[in-house]
């Protein structure tokens, strides 16, 4: 599930830091992180647990929010999470746990879309995603706002795009397929850029462009101009702010994070400029989502190999989660 620069932030300037690091949390099993550049604290969807992790990467400090009926609750995994930079009200996605095991063939049950005042823990707002889609569409599991503080959500299974008001009162489906199949796999990953959303993910195996101010999503293909890349599966993308709109990270799951740049940041068109690989990593593990926390910029990397205490689909028993440090990589690529 990934995120990014939705417009320029009113950012304060966080403290230099880059370099491995290792969160020592039981259980924190990450599926999405971002990372918000106002506070300085990196948040992160724990999935197994379906709780919010606020960590400090300066003072490794590690506090845990958890949300009554959703937390410890096998019907619940929290994957998605995304700060709006301009608001600093945070929105995550609890959503339905079988809806990917089963491969969208089970995406019935209850999604919710919490927007949470993440200095108070006050929920705004706290919608159930399924009475829109009805159980026609599902697999939630990533969120971008606009400029005006309306929330989009993906859903994977097929790819879909539900646009939220800001208040929450009023959900509407942005974008849908013409033909609903529900076990077809869509969009992973969304990254905003102003009134500009980019999406991969698709069938198509293309990034797509879309203007957030239109009343529905009409998708535009991204001309990728040097290469044909086949990407692999993935579940987010992220624009690192560092770069100012004109790099798009894609993590590709077991593979690496693929590097896109656009010169001029309007992604009419687009260079590959090649691949990160995921690197030595225990069996199972995955790239959930490239992000930048401070200077650096990471792989966000899930376990899924690991044995779960109760059965499939439940967290183990690890203690220890590293996020690499991928900045020299991406750096290389960019300038080759």
């Known amino acids: 599930m990934g995120l990014a620069l939705?417009?320029?932030?009113?950012?304060?300037?966080?403290?230099?830091?880059?370099?491995?690091?290792?969160?020592?949390?039981?259980q924190l099993y990450p599926e999405n992180a971002d990372f918000d550049f106002n506070t300085c604290k990196l948040y992160i969807g724990q999935l197994w647990n379906a709780s919010l992790g606020i960590y400090d990467v300066y003072t490794q400090e590690h506090e845990i929010v958890e949300f009554e009926g959703i937390s410890h609750n096998p019907a619940f995994h929290l994957g998605a999470v995304g700060v709006d930079r301009k608001s600093g009200l945070l929105s995550l996605i609890a959503d339905y746990a079988n809806a990917f095991p089963?491969?969208?063939?089970?995406?019935?049950?209850?999604?919710?879309?919490?927007?949470?005042?993440?200095?108070?823990?006050?929920?705004?707002?706290?919608?159930?995603?399924?009475?829109?889609?009805?159980?026609?569409?599902?697999?939630?599991?990533?969120i971008e706002q606009d400029p005006e503080g309306n929330v989009f959500v993906v859903g994977t299974w097929p790819g879909t795009l539900l646009k939220v008001s800001k208040d929450g009162k009023k959900v509407t489906p942005w974008?849908?397929?013409?033909?609903?199949?529900?076990?077809?796999?869509?969009i992973g990953g969304i990254a905003a850029l102003d009134w500009m959303l980019l999406a991969q993910g698709d069938q198509s195996h293309q990034i797509w462009r879309f203007d957030m101010r239109?009343?529905?999503?009409?998708?535009?293909?991204?001309?990728i101009t040097n290469a044909n890349h086949t990407f692999g599966?993935?579940?987010?993308?992220?624009?690192?702010?560092?770069?100012?709109?004109?790099?798009?990270?894609?993590?590709?799951?077991?593979?690496?994070?693929?590097?896109?740049?656009?010169k001029d940041a309007r992604w009419r068109t687009a260079e590959y400029k090649g691949t990160v690989p995921i690197g030595n990593v225990d069996p199972g593990t995955s790239i959930v989502t490239p992000s930048q926390i401070g200077d650096g910029i990471?792989?966000?990397?899930?376990?899924?190999?690991?044995?779960?205490?109760?059965?499939?689909?439940?967290?183990g028993s690890r203690s220890e989660f590293l996020f690499r440090d991928i900045t020299a990589e991406v750096e290389a690529l960019i300038k080759a």
Do not use: M
């Not at 239109?214 to 001309?223: E, I, L, S």
């Not at 990397?301 to 439940?314: I, K, R, S, V, W």
């Open 102 to 142: 089963s491969e969208g063939k089970d995406i019935t049950g209850t999604n919710w879309l919490i927007q949470l005042d993440p200095k108070t823990k006050e929920i705004i707002y706290k919608i159930n995603l399924t009475e829109t889609s009805s159980g026609k569409y599902g697999g939630f599991q990533d």
């Open 233 to 262: 599966q993935s579940d987010a993308i992220y624009l690192p702010p560092k770069y100012k709109g004109t790099v798009l990270l894609v993590a590709e799951d077991t593979i690496g994070v693929s590097v896109f740049r656009s």
């Open 6 to 26: 939705a417009h320029p932030p009113r950012q304060r300037k966080c403290a230099p830091f880059q370099g491995n690091f290792t969160i020592k949390q039981y």
């Open 214 to 223: 239109a009343a529905k999503g009409v998708p535009t293909p991204v001309k």
């Open 298 to 315: 990471y792989q966000v990397l899930e376990p899924f190999g690991d044995e779960g205490l109760n059965g499939p689909g439940t967290a």
């Open 175 to 186: 974008y849908l397929p013409e033909e609903i199949v529900q076990t077809q796999k869509g």
